[in-house]
C-alpha cells in the first residue's frame, strides 16, 4: 500500500510538473521571475537617488517624474517634460521591468540600466545637471555619504555608485502575477477565453514574432513601418543614430508589452492614444493586416492580462541637505 | 500589607502623571498628539488624488510636486514651479501638521485643508487645470468612480468629495515623536544640555510668542518685520490681500517650526536658506535682538529637535486612465 500511494504520488508530481513545463517552455512569451540576487543596501540607497530631485538642476525632476512608480513606471504624457519645460523628443519608456531589455532607451544607446542612469542627469533637456554638480550635492549631505561608505565602503561618491545604486533598485522593478502569467504557470482560469482567444490571434497574425519571450518585447531592435512606412513628424531616427548604419534608420527597441495597460500613450512619439489604435497601427504598418473591430478587441483584451504586481514600497524619505549642499537653480 | 503596595502604588502613578502634566501642561509647546477619528476610505482615496498628476491640465504636476512627502512636505525651493515652469509668487508651505493651522496659505485665504486643497488645482500658475475638466478626468475613470461610490456612496464625483478626500488624508501628515515632543513627554535624555539651552533661549527672548502651541507656530498672523522692515523683492502682501485693511499689510500666518530642518529655505519668499540665517534675521526684524553666534547656534541645534516621525505608507498606485478620459495637454 505504501509503495502504490508513493508511485501514485510521483506519478501525480510528475504530471504537474511536466503540465507546467510544457505550458512555460512551449509558449513564446515567458513568465516573469521574481527577482533574484539583489544587493538590498543598494536597492535603498537607489531608490532615494530614484526619488531626489536633487540630482536635477532644478531641485524638482527625479527619475520617478518621467518614470512615475504610481503610473506604470512612466508619465503618461506623448513626450516628457524637461528642465524649464522643454518638450522631450521622444515618449518615455517604462522602467518596469527595464531590467529585462537587450539594451536601454528606444535607440539602445546606453547598454544597461547602470549606463542609462547617467543619461537623464546630465542631458540639458531632461534634468539639465551635471554629474560634477549632482556628486558635489550628494557629496555634502552627511546621511548620504554614509549611506555611500556602507553600501559602498567609501565616502568618496562618484558616477559609477549612483548609477549602480540606481540601476540595483531598477532591477526590482519587475512585474510579475499577471493574470496572463498565471495562466502560463498552469491557472487555467486565470485568463477568460475571450483573453486566450486574443493570445491566438496575437500568435498566428504574427505579433508574437517581436513581442516574445519574459517582456514580450524589449529583445529586438525592429523598423518602425515594416510593411508601410510610419508617418510622423517626431524626428527621431532610432537605432541609425547610434550606428550610422543606413539599415538601421527607424529600428527602434521593440517596447515591451508588459502593463501596457498602465504605459499610455504608445509608440516612441506617444502618437497612439489608446490600445485600440496602436493594436490597428501596428497591424497595418507590421503585419499588413487590417484587424476587425471583434479581433482588435480580443488582442486588446489579451494585452489587458499583462499587468502584473507593481512595484510595493514605502515612499522614501530623502535626507536634508545641510547649509552647505549646492542650492537648485529653477529659474537662472 | 496589601493596601500598603497599593497606597505605594497609587502615589507612583500620581507622581508620573502629575510629572507628565507638568511638562505637557506648563510648557508653551505642546507635543504633537497622533492622529484620530479618522476616515480610512478617504486618506486612500484622498492619497491617489494627492499624488495624481491628472489633476494638473499638464499630467505632470500633483500636490505631491511643492508638498513633496519625501522632503518634509515641501519642495525646498524658494518658491515653486508651476505649469509651463512659471515660477510662483511664495515659498510652498509644509503640508506636515498642516490640519493644526489656524488657516491654509500664508494669507489665511482659505479656513481649512479641504477649501485649500481646491485652490491649487485651478491656479493658472500651479496646476493650471479647472475643477470642471479635473472631475471629468476622474470621472472617466472606472476605478475612481468605484472608489469614490464606496466612499461617499455616490458615482457623481464633485469638487467637494476631492477636496474632503485630499484633506482627509492630509490630517494624517502630523509629524509625532520628535525627540523635543520626547522630552516634553518626560524623557529628560532625549535632547542635550546644548539644546536645552537653545530652548530655554527660544523662549526667554521671545520666539514662543509666536511660535508656540503644537505646531510651534501656525495658529496666529504676524508682521514680517515687527521691530525693523523686512526687505525683499517678493509681492506678497498677507494678510492685506484677504482683509484688504492696512494693518494686515505683511501680515503672515507663522509658519511652523515643526521638522524645520527639512523644510528649507525658509520665510514667505524662502530667502533665507539656512536655519542660522533665518534664525539671525527673525531676532533682529521681529525681536530687536542680535543672537550671539554662540546662542544663534543653541537655538538652530533645539529646532533641530523638532523633526518627528515622518509620514510613512506604501507609494499610491493610480487607476490607469481609459480610452475616454481627457488628455493631459502639457505643451498647448
Same mark, same amino acid.
Given at each position: 500500500?505504501?509503495?502504490?500511494?508513493?508511485?501514485?504520488?510521483?506519478?501525480?508530481?510528475?504530471?504537474? +510538473?511536466? *503540465? *507546467?513545463?510544457? /505550458?512555460?517552455?512551449?509558449?513564446?512569451?515567458?513568465?516573469?521571475?521574481?527577482?533574484?540576487?539583489?544587493?538590498?543596501?543598494?536597492?535603498?540607497? !537607489?531608490?532615494?537617488?530614484?526619488?531626489?530631485?536633487?540630482?536635477?538642476?532644478?531641485?524638482?525632476?527625479?527619475?520617478?517624474?518621467?518614470?512615475?512608480?504610481?503610473?506604470?513606471?512612466?508619465?503618461?504624457?506623448?513626450?516628457?517634460?524637461?528642465?524649464?519645460? %522643454?518638450? !522631450?523628443? =521622444?515618449?518615455?519608456?517604462?522602467?518596469?521591468?527595464?531590467?529585462?531589455? =537587450?539594451? %536601454?532607451?528606444?535607440?539602445?544607446?546606453?547598454?544597461?540600466?547602470?549606463?542609462? +542612469? $547617467?543619461?537623464?542627469?546630465?542631458?540639458? $533637456?531632461?534634468?539639465?545637471?551635471?554629474?560634477? /554638480?549632482?556628486?558635489?550635492?550628494?557629496?555634502?549631505?552627511? +546621511?548620504?555619504?554614509?549611506?555611500?561608505?556602507?553600501?559602498?565602503?567609501?565616502?568618496?561618491?562618484?558616477?559609477?555608485?549612483?548609477?549602480?545604486?540606481?540601476?540595483?533598485?531598477?532591477?526590482?522593478?519587475?512585474?510579475?502575477?499577471?493574470?496572463?502569467?498565471?495562466?502560463?504557470?498552469?491557472?487555467?482560469?486565470?485568463?477568460?477565453?475571450?483573453?486566450?482567444?486574443?493570445?491566438?490571434?496575437?500568435?498566428?497574425? $504574427?505579433?508574437?514574432?517581436?513581442?516574445?519571450?519574459? *517582456?514580450?518585447?524589449?529583445?529586438?531592435? %525592429?523598423?518602425?513601418?515594416?510593411? *508601410?512606412?510610419?508617418?510622423?513628424?517626431?524626428?527621431?531616427?532610432?537605432?541609425?543614430?547610434?550606428? !550610422?548604419?543606413?539599415?538601421?534608420?527607424?529600428?527602434?527597441?521593440?517596447?515591451?508589452?508588459?502593463?501596457?495597460? /498602465?504605459?499610455?500613450?504608445?509608440?516612441?512619439?506617444?502618437?497612439?492614444?489608446?490600445?485600440?489604435? +496602436?493594436?490597428?497601427?501596428?497591424?497595418?504598418?507590421?503585419?499588413? %493586416?487590417?484587424?476587425?473591430?471583434?479581433?482588435?478587441?480580443?488582442?486588446?483584451?489579451?494585452?489587458?492580462?499583462?499587468? !502584473?504586481?507593481?512595484?510595493?514600497?514605502?515612499?522614501?524619505?530623502?535626507?536634508?541637505?545641510?547649509?552647505?549642499?549646492?542650492?537648485?537653480?529653477?529659474?537662472?
Amino acid at each position: 500500500m505504501k509503495i502504490k500511494t508513493l508511485i501514485l504520488y510521483l506519478f501525480f508530481i510528475s504530471t504537474i +510538473a511536466c *503540465s *507546467s513545463s510544457i /505550458l512555460a517552455n512551449d509558449e513564446p512569451v515567458k513568465p516573469i521571475a521574481p527577482v533574484k540576487e539583489i544587493n538590498l543596501g543598494q536597492v535603498e540607497l !537607489g531608490k532615494k537617488l530614484f526619488f531626489d530631485p536633487r540630482l536635477s538642476r532644478s531641485g524638482f525632476i527625479s527619475c520617478n517624474s518621467c518614470h512615475n512608480l504610481s503610473m506604470g513606471g512612466t508619465d503618461n504624457l506623448k513626450t516628457s517634460i524637461g528642465h524649464k519645460w %522643454q518638450q !522631450g523628443p =521622444i515618449n518615455s519608456p517604462t522602467v518596469l521591468n527595464s531590467s529585462l531589455n =537587450i539594451a %536601454q532607451f528606444w535607440d539602445g544607446r546606453a547598454a544597461d540600466l547602470k549606463e542609462q +542612469a $547617467g543619461g537623464p542627469i546630465a542631458n540639458p $533637456g531632461e534634468m539639465a545637471s551635471t554629474h560634477t /554638480l549632482a556628486l558635489d550635492v550628494l557629496q555634502s549631505i552627511p +546621511a548620504y555619504v554614509r549611506e555611500f561608505k556602507q553600501v559602498f565602503g567609501t565616502t568618496e561618491i562618484n558616477i559609477e555608485y549612483v548609477t549602480e545604486a540606481i540601476a540595483e533598485f531598477e532591477k526590482t522593478l519587475v512585474t510579475p502575477n499577471s493574470r496572463f502569467d498565471q495562466w502560463l504557470l498552469g491557472d487555467e482560469n486565470a485568463i477568460t477565453s475571450t483573453e486566450l482567444a486574443g493570445y491566438s490571434l496575437f500568435k498566428n497574425i $504574427g505579433c508574437i514574432a517581436c513581442h516574445n519571450g519574459e *517582456s514580450l518585447g524589449g529583445n529586438s531592435f %525592429q523598423k518602425m513601418g515594416l510593411v *508601410s512606412p510610419y508617418v510622423t513628424t517626431n524626428k527621431a531616427e532610432g537605432l541609425f543614430g547610434v550606428t !550610422g548604419k543606413d539599415m538601421d534608420r527607424f529600428k527602434f527597441k521593440v517596447p515591451t508589452l508588459r502593463n501596457i495597460e /498602465l504605459t499610455y500613450p504608445y509608440f516612441h512619439d506617444g502618437e497612439a492614444a489608446t490600445l485600440t489604435e +496602436a493594436v490597428s497601427i501596428m497591424g497595418k504598418l507590421q503585419l499588413g %493586416q487590417n484587424f476587425t473591430q471583434e479581433n482588435n478587441a480580443k488582442i486588446v483584451a489579451f494585452l489587458k492580462t499583462l499587468t !502584473g504586481d507593481q512595484p510595493s514600497f514605502i515612499i522614501p524619505l530623502l535626507p536634508a541637505s545641510v547649509d552647505k549642499t549646492p542650492k537648485p537653480t529653477p529659474f537662472d
